[in-house]
């Protein structure tokens, strides 16, 4: 799954948004009884989590939370992104169950 979190910013910003109705489709989507026990992978540009080597209010995905609470809940099982050209590798439990969000800027 992808999902795009490119916004129109001001000059020396890059912060991203993923759209509440992309997120509703991503929910139907993870939803389907054919995607329930599947490995699933999400590709976006921007980091869900804080990032500790670059300013933060300039950079970061404005609802990184809803995102990643999103992710959790569905048993996302890995999450590639890049927005910050530093490698990192993050785990997170899932909400519900068993199960493991891996995270990774490669």
Same mark, same amino acid.
């Given at each position: 799954f992808g999902l795009n979190t490119g916004l129109a910013t001001l000059p020396l910003f890059a912060t991203g948004y993923v759209?509440? =109705?992309h997120l509703a489709?991503?929910?139907t989507m993870f939803q389907a009884p054919q995607v329930q026990d599947c490995f699933k992978v999400v590709m976006l540009h921007h980091h869900v989590l804080p990032f500790? !080597? =670059?300013p933060e209010f300039s950079r970061k995905l404005l609802?990184? !939370?809803d995102v990643l609470q999103c992710l959790r809940e569905h048993k996302v099982d890995l999450v590639i992104h890049g927005h910050n050209h530093y490698y990192?590798?993050?785990t997170l439990p !899932?909400?519900?169950g068993p199960g493991t969000? !891996?995270?990774?800027e490669p």
């Open positions: 759209d509440p =109705k489709v991503l929910e500790e !080597h =670059k609802n990184a !939370h990192q590798y993050t !899932h909400l519900q969000l !891996h995270i990774c």
